[in-house]
């Protein structure tokens, strides 16, 4: 039987039949494994053990699963609930360490879920609304899709031409969620490894999701001058109604931005969000920089306290990263919530069907909390209208403000000091002591929590005596709030190609001392200001800070002493000291796109299903580390998860240990530390850095030295190894205080050293590690356990080896 | 004297076992009677109450000090025999018998922990619980679930009162 293709044909003796065929399942796989579409590498559509031995078991090998369960118990099944304490087995035969690789596995599918349904989702309303042959615009690149690329081997370039893409990611995840079902995988390293799978799977969806939006919606492509945005709660013009938006998932934004263009009410209501709908509705229709007028209130933190203040005059909920709490928070303040995307409903009644007006107005009267609707064109209009009508109604009825200070002091005077607030807050603030300061009319305690509080409400839920504590905070922080204006550049998309061949050299050498990439959510151990101090700490020292999501948003929301953030401080392209916002969290997939074309485009390594070898070269060769410091989702391990499988470590808060799964190398096991040299296929030794894939940290302080080192790769040049070992030991004096214990393990030769400080450190190397010196020639004659040669290629995998 | 195993309560619980409450005494009775103890701390312990604290009971009992987070810098100009470490990393290697330890002597049979939010300390100790048999004091003002033995939750000014009388015990 010939096989079928798409196209229209005819049947024979049946007049007046053709049929159309569009796709066929499994065809573009088929078409990717023919022979003659240019280079490929071994793994394009993999399936869930395609990655494990070649790649992903000699990640794990070196950077082993550290597992710190959040629970005793499992009970996953009716056999359950099983004390697994003491890595004891479960009545099914796992065991806890199993049974937490599970745990953590379960985290990073539901992650690549979230970004895979919102690219499907995007995928399918985009090709509705504008058709399958959209090209993707995405700035002046060839290599657009890196990790559709390496991962199918494809390189769409239409909207329509994803479509393999997105059902092959939606494919391997029903493989990977079958593997959490009771009594099959039971193994811990398993599921780090479909873990790792999962991640790279995580990187396509939100590529997916990105690509789409940017070359349809008309966001800016890769363009360096992306304009600043507007940033913080105190930007938003009181005067004027509010229609606050919250979530991910920019389709339904749209079209409230079309409405209020087309009745020219940009300049007559505030429009502005929370989380990335935020970022992504001030990127829409900015390629060609119009000015723009949409604000960016801030990070998922701020839901809660934006609703208490009263401000918003109708809330659009859409999708992940959006409190449960909306509705009912919104009710007690007259603010309508409309819920516009399908995977959250909250028990709204839908009205889709009903007229315009009619639902205005049964949303005024508060018959209903609000509603659902998914019908965009319906919304963009409902959204704004009602917003426009509520804000009067909303100012009469006093619901605008927050507490009157008799109301504060009635609140604070109620406190008994029961301390079960304190229990309760997963920041543990020390609210109590707070409070008690306050009754002596000392509010400034209550002030300082407002930082690094994100708005849960689990205090409140405690509190015997019914202070509504977040308001408390939020009324003793009003100036602080008013103050609350950064600026963001918008999101700007992917590395271009040029850029990335400028760069790339430098990176590779070490000269340029790494990319730092500042994403994920706002559940901070210290506080926000935490990201600002780390970003500008390595953008001073010319490192290139790439960020995307809330951490795009916080790294913007503080000045210096000449009220300047550090997007108007630092450039925006992707060079040396450059601070890039990519965009919002699905941006992330141009992040390891970034590494990834480094390896493609400089490296001229093949892309084409190929995820072994360029991860293996990013791994070896550039230098780069992530920081999730306020990682709070399942999306953050995720994407974090997918740097990893891309060689690229990250650094995480200490709320993230509650991710239950870490990859940490043992700096002190020798033979952990060798990569092959491809040339001949010999071993190599090399520096222990860096020392994890995914690990936390519990400062600020402590995470930036943590990360510079991370940054120091075997194929660093002298020049490079000697910038990098500078900012390392530095930050580290600075932060941590003296010389780390092991800087000398760094050095392959004098020229590696810091030259500020060779001849010192050189002295330290004769008289505390034994090295010879020829001081008259200031050269290192023995000691370095490792060598320099410059034209080495460190690899992990011997089977790309030439043997000797 | 402060009875520090008083107050025990959690706000969720991480299963079917908990610490043990003990007062000041009976910790320092632990710690003594260690044969390769490790003091471990938090950034928490920059304040100037606890830093001397800390200083006090590290000389005293003659522990070595795992300096985790950025504690490291108050130590440096303290008579005592502080390194650092990340402390994620720490609870990893304290599983590993063939770790040589911050010294190059090995491993160690007991960690005394003092000054982290709970929930981070908690979290490496739930390692340490289930992949060791290693022995963890909680010294803190707050009662750590996941420790072998911990203060209750106490006041602030309750907490240097026992640290004194902890000291006093070495
Ligand atoms: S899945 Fe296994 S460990 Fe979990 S409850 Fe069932 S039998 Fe027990
Ligand atoms: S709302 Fe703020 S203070 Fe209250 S428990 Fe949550 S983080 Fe703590
Ligand atoms: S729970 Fe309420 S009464 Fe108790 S200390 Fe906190 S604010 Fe005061």
């Known amino acids: 039987?010939?096989?079928?293709?798409?196209?229209?044909?005819?049947?024979?003796?049946?007049?007046?039949?053709?049929?159309?065929?569009?796709?066929?399942?499994?065809?573009?796989?088929?078409?990717?494994?023919?022979?003659?579409?240019?280079?490929?590498?071994?793994?394009?559509?993999?399936?869930?053990?395609?990655?494990?031995?070649?790649?992903?078991?000699?990640?794990?090998?070196?950077?082993?699963?550290?597992?710190?369960?959040?629970?005793?118990?499992?009970?996953?099944?009716?056999?359950g609930p099983c004390d697994l304490s003491n890595n004891k087995r479960g009545a099914c035969g796992i065991d806890m360490a199993g049974h937490n690789g599970r745990e953590f596995f379960l985290r990073v599918i539901t992650g690549t879920a979230c970004h895979a349904a919102h690219g499907r989702h995007l995928l399918d309303h985009l090709i509705e609304t504008f058709g399958e042959d959209i090209p993707l615009d995405?700035?002046?690149?060839?290599?657009?899709?890196?990790?559709?690329?390496?991962?199918?081997?494809?390189?769409?370039?239409?909207?329509?031409?994803?479509?393999?893409?997105?059902?092959?990611?939606e494919e391997q995840l029903t493989q990977l969620l079958a593997t959490v079902h009771a009594g099959q995988e039971s193994a811990e390293i398993d599921y780090d490894s479909k873990a790792l799978f999962s991640g790279s799977l995580d990187h396509v969806g939100m590529e997916i999701s990105d690509i789409v939006q940017i070359a349809a919606l008309d966001f800016p492509k890769?363009?360096?001058?992306?304009?600043?945005?507007?940033?913080?709660?105190?930007?938003?013009?009181?005067?004027?109604?509010?229609?606050c938006v919250i979530g991910h998932n920019v389709a339904g934004v749209t079209y409230m931005m079309d409405y209020m263009e087309e009745n020219e009410l940009t300049d007559k209501v505030e429009l502005g969000g929370l989380c990335c709908t935020a970022i992504d509705l001030t990127r829409y229709k900015e390629a060609d920089r119009r000015p723009p007028y949409t604000k960016v209130v801030g990070s998922m933190s701020k839901e809660l306290k934006i609703i208490r203040?009263?401000?918003?005059?109708?809330?659009?909920?859409?999708?992940?990263?959006v409190r449960g709490d909306i509705v009912p928070e919104a009710q007690k303040l007259n603010i309508p919530v409309i819920a516009s995307n399908a995977k959250i409903m909250y028990g709204l009644p839908n009205?889709?069907?009903?007229?315009?007006?009619?639902?205005?107005?049964?949303?005024?009267?508060?018959?209903?909390?609000?509603?659902?609707?998914?019908?965009?064109?319906?919304l963009g209009e409902i959204s704004v209208r009602l917003a426009q009508e509520m804000h009067p109604i909303r100012e009469a009825a006093g619901v605008r403000e927050v507490a009157s200070d008799e109301q504060m002091k009635e609140w604070v005077d109620k406190c008994a000091d029961c301390g079960a607030c304190y229990l309760a807050c997963p920041i543990e603030l020390d609210i109590p002591e707070a409070m008690k300061f306050a009754k002596e009319g000392n509010y400034s305690y209550l002030e300082d929590l407002h930082d690094a509080c994100i708005g849960c409400r689990r205090c409140e839920q405690v509190c015997k005596k019914e202070i509504p504590i977040l308001s408390v905070i939020e009324?003793?922080?009003?100036?602080?709030?008013?103050?609350?204006?950064?600026?963001?550049?918008?999101?700007?998309?992917?590395?271009?190609?040029?850029?990335?061949?400028?760069?790339?050299?430098?990176?590779?050498?070490?000269?340029?001392p790494g990319i730092i990439a500042i994403i994920g959510c706002p559940n901070y151990s210290d506080c926000a200001k935490g990201v600002y101090y780390i970003a500008e700490e390595f953008l001073k020292r010319n490192y290139i800070v790439v960020g995307t999501g809330c951490g795009s948003m916080d790294m913007g929301m503080y000045k210096d002493e000449n009220g300047e953030t550090l997007y108007e401080r630092f450039p925006g392209g992707f060079v040396s000291g450059g601070l890039v916002n990519i965009g919002s969290c699905v941006s992330n997939a141009h992040i390891t796109g970034a590494a990834q074309k480094v390896a493609g485009i400089f490296g001229g390594r093949t892309m084409e299903g190929n995820l072994a070898e360029i991860s293996d070269y990013i791994l070896n060769r550039v230098g780069a580390c992530g920081l999730a410091w306020g990682a709070f989702s399942q999306k953050a391990s995720s994407i974090g998860t997918g740097c990893n499988i891309y060689g690229i470590p990250a650094v995480l808060g200490a709320h993230s240990s509650k991710y239950r799964r870490a990859l940490i190398a043992k700096d002190y096991d020798e033979s952990k530390w060798k990569v092959y040299d491809a040339r001949n296929g010999e071993e190599m030794a090399i520096p222990p850095a860096p020392e994890f894939l995914l690990t936390t940290a519990e400062t600020w302080q402590e995470a930036t030295p943590m990360m510079a080192k991370a940054c120091i790769r075997p194929s660093d040049n002298n020049l490079g190894r000697s910038i990098k070992l500078t900012h390392w030991m530095e930050l580290h004096d600075k932060y941590i205080g003296g010389l780390p214990d092991d800087w000398w393990k760094f050095v392959r030769g004098e020229a590696d050293i810091p030259l500020a400080k060779r001849a010192a450190l050189m002295k330290i190397l004769e008289e505390k590690h034994g090295w010879e010196i020829d001081w008259k020639r200031k050269k290192i004659i023995s000691g370095p356990t490792i060598k320099f040669d410059v034209s080495a290629q460190p690899t992990n995998l011997k089977r790309l080896c030439k043997e000797a | 004297m402060v009875d520090t195993t008083k107050n025990t309560k959690l706000f969720t619980s991480y299963g079917v076992t908990t610490s043990k409450a003990i007062n000041p005494d009976m910790a320092a009775k632990m710690i003594s009677k260690a044969k390769r103890p490790l003091l471990v701390v938090g950034s928490g312990v920059l304040k100037p109450e606890l830093l001397d604290?800390?200083?006090?009971?590290?000389?005293?009992?003659?522990?070595?000090i795992a300096a985790t987070g950025h504690s490291h810098v108050g130590f440096l100009d303290k008579d005592v025999d502080a390194k650092y470490i990340n402390v994620h990393q720490l609870g990893f290697y304290l599983t590993d018998p063939n770790w040589p330890g911050l010294d190059g002597k090995g491993n160690y049979d007991m960690v005394i922990v003092l000054e982290f939010k709970k929930y981070y300390i908690n979290q490496v100790l739930s390692g340490t619980r289930n992949f060791s048999n290693l022995k963890a004091?909680?010294?803190?003002?707050?009662?750590?679930?996941?420790?072998?033995?911990?203060?209750?939750?106490?006041?602030?000014?309750?907490?240097?009162v026992a640290l004194d009388e902890l000291i006093d015990n070495l």
């Open chain 1, 1 to 79: 039987m010939s096989k079928l293709t798409t196209g229209s044909f005819s049947i024979e003796d049946l007049k007046d039949v053709q049929i159309t065929i569009n796709t066929i399942v499994g065809a573009a796989k088929e078409a990717a494994k023919a022979e003659d579409i240019g280079p490929m590498g071994p793994s394009p559509f993999p399936g869930l053990a395609t990655y494990r031995d070649d790649w992903n078991l000699k990640l794990l090998d070196r950077y082993e699963p550290v597992i710190t369960p959040m629970c005793d118990q499992c009970c996953y099944c009716t056999y």
């Open chain 1, 138 to 169: 995405l700035g002046q690149s060839d290599v657009l899709t890196p990790n559709i690329t390496i991962t199918t081997g494809q390189s769409p370039k239409t909207l329509g031409e994803i479509k393999p893409a997105m059902e092959f990611a």
């Open chain 1, 222 to 243: 890769a363009d360096p001058e992306a304009p600043l945005i507007e940033m913080g709660i105190g930007t938003i013009d009181k005067e004027k109604p509010f229609l």
């Open chain 1, 309 to 321: 203040s009263g401000m918003p005059d109708v809330i659009v909920v859409d999708e992940q990263c």
């Open chain 1, 351 to 378: 009205r889709d069907n009903q007229d315009v007006d009619a639902t205005i107005e049964e949303l005024k009267s508060g018959a209903i909390p609000g509603c659902v609707i998914l019908n965009y064109e319906k």
């Open chain 1, 475 to 512: 009324k003793a922080s009003q100036k602080i709030i008013a103050e609350e204006k950064g600026w963001m550049r918008a999101g700007r998309g992917q590395v271009s190609d040029a850029e990335i061949r400028s760069e790339g050299l430098n990176l590779v050498m070490g000269t340029t």
């Open chain 2, 53 to 64: 604290r800390a200083v006090k009971i590290a000389q005293k009992a003659n522990l070595p």
């Open chain 2, 137 to 160: 004091i909680s010294i803190g003002r707050d009662y750590i679930q996941n420790a072998t033995m911990s203060f209750g939750n106490i006041s602030r000014e309750d907490h240097y």
